[in-house]
């Protein structure tokens, strides 16, 4: 039996060897492979995090309308969360000196105007970028998040000036400078990979900007011009959906998107204050190329109706905020639909100067506001007669370019005020400028230059004393 078993048995042993030799050929060709390093093994938070203790990783922002600022913070957090020092500085605050002790140096810095830097940085540009190369940014480790929209025609220029200063400095990038366009996911994606190389490890809720829409509701709007030779202005109210609105400061934004549109955002300056229980708008109604009406004025202005549901956010704009009190002398300036942004100012004003129970100040705020027939475009006038009554306005000064054959603009108006100008100035007032970028603001910054002089007016700059909410 067993001499008849044997051959069996052997065969079985043989081939339970066959098995077991080529299970482990298989293990170790398996281990090679594995240990040959494909794919590289994700880094390790803490492999990360020990090339940038120890330095602080500064991250430094220039910002108009607050979104590179909102993308800097939302860095500086994440960054945070694992551990990592960072240091974050508006580009205009002092950072050239300290900043040769940084692992890397991260800038976010949006382009305003027509290739220019945002306001607060313009000083920053004129002084440090044309002085040419800096000895102190030499073997610094640099990354840019440029910000900018490719319908205009310097497509993130600031950004691009920053980088080759920055590289003729001596200074290299960690990596290659992102130029984001209206802030489009791949951009923000090479944002968030950059990131993760300095150990980031949790996603960026990305973008933060999409954060804060909330519902609301159309209520009314109003025509402020009828029968002007202008476009049509009309003053719009907005309720929340549910409960109080939230709280924001003058010369903060909304973004919307309108309905059945391309999907971009519209920003509007807020034309009033929560206290009053809604929120106001101040919208000019545009044609686009083809005579048809544009897609969120066109909506705003002749499609709503009441109880339309209306999908919005509030944005914070620091480049038009203000943090003085009553005693500042405002200067207030703007054309057209850029009384939306002045007037909310002019509420706050008129607030304050009722809570501090004193008469308003001899000088307490100067609107210089244009439009273009006396007849026809008087938007909120009623409003502005009774502040001049109250003296919250100590002076209003309105131009109409249609009335007369030598058309007149605010900046004529300012020149011609010019030594009123310059007295209220030396009183320590603030400069507020709302509306069209191209028409008015740049005639009211050639009109200041001329009255103030170079030197003046980037001083006025560079002590953050001019604010703007240009479009
Ligand atoms: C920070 C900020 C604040 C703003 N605040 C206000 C505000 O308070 N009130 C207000 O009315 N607008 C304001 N705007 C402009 C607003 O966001 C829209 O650009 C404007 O309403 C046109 O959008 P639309 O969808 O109607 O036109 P679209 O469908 O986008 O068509 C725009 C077409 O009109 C042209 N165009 C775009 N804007 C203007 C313009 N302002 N004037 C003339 N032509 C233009 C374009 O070249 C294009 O051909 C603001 C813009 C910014 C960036
Ligand atoms: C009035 C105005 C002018 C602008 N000019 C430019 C420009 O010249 N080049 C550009 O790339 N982007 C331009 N932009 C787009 C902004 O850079 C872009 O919206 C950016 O995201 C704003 O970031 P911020 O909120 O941090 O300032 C302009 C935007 C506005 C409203």
Redesign the pocket.
């Given at each position: 039996m067993m001499d008849n078993l044997s051959p069996e048995i052997w065969r079985l042993q043989a081939a339970v060897g066959l098995i077991l030799a080529y299970a482990l050929m298989c293990w170790r060709m398996y281990r090679k492979a594995a240990l040959a390093g494909l794919p590289a093994p994700r880094p390790q938070p803490a492999a990360a995090l020990a090339a940038v203790r120890g330095k602080p990783v500064w991250i430094i922002h220039a910002s108009q309308?607050g979104q590179a600022e909102a993308l800097a913070r939302q860095a500086a957090r994440a960054l945070e969360k694992e551990g990592v020092e960072v240091i974050q500085r508006r580009i205009d605050q002092p950072w050239l000196d300290e900043v040769s002790a940084a692992r890397h140096v991260l800038f976010v810095v949006s382009t305003y105007g027509e290739g220019n830097p945002p306001d607060h940085a313009i000083s920053f540009a004129r002084t440090q970028l044309a002085a040419g190369p800096c000895a102190a940014l030499r073997g610094l480790s640099y990354g840019v998040l440029a910000l900018g929209d490719r319908s205009y025609p310097q497509f993130c220029a600031f950004g691009r000036q920053l980088d080759q200063w920055l590289q003729q400095s001596g200074a290299s990038a960690c990596f290659p400078r992102i130029d984001a366009d209206r802030l489009d996911a791949l951009s923000l994606k090479r944002w968030q990979q950059a990131l993760q190389g300095l150990g980031v490890h949790t996603p960026l809720l990305t973008p933060p900007l999409d954060a804060g829409y909330t519902e609301w509701r159309f209520i009314r709007r109003r025509c402020l011009n009828s029968g002007s030779p202008g476009a049509p202005l009309f003053k719009l109210e907005l309720q929340p959906q549910a409960g109080l609105p939230p709280h924001w400061q003058a010369g903060d934004?909304i973004d919307l998107t309108?309905p059945g549109?391309d999907g971009?955002p519209?920003?509007?300056?807020i034309?009033n204050l929560p206290e009053d229980g809604h929120l106001e708008?101040?919208?000019?109604s545009?044609?686009?190329?083809d005579g048809q009406?544009?897609?969120?004025?066109?909506w705003l202005n002749e499609t709503a109706w009441a109880n339309d549901r209306v999908s919005l956010r509030i944005r914070r704009?620091p480049g038009f905020n203000l943090e003085c009190g009553v005693d500042t002398p405002l200067i207030l300036i703007g054309a057209g639909?850029?009384l939306?942004?002045l007037r909310s100012h002019l509420q706050a004003r008129a607030r304050a100067i009722a809570d501090s129970g004193q008469p308003a100040p001899e000088r307490s705020a100067w609107l210089i506001f244009g439009e273009r027939s006396e007849r026809h475009d008087r938007p909120c006038h009623s409003e502005l007669e009774a502040w001049r009554r109250s003296r919250v306005l100590s002076r209003l000064d309105l131009t109409f370019s249609r009335d007369d054959p030598i058309r007149a603009y605010v900046q004529h108006a300012l020149l011609e005020e010019a030594q009123a100008f310059r007295q209220w100035i030396a009183a320590g007032a603030q400069l507020l400028i709302c509306g069209?970028a191209q028409g008015m603001a740049q005639g009211v910054e050639q009109a200041m230059r001329e009255i103030l002089g170079d030197e003046g007016l980037e001083q006025l700059r560079a002590a953050g004393r001019i604010r703007r909410?240009v479009?």
């Open positions: 309308t934004l309108p549109g971009r519209r920003s509007y300056s034309a708008l101040i919208v000019r545009v044609r686009r190329a009406p544009g897609l969120a004025s066109g704009n639909s850029g939306a942004g069209s909410d479009y």
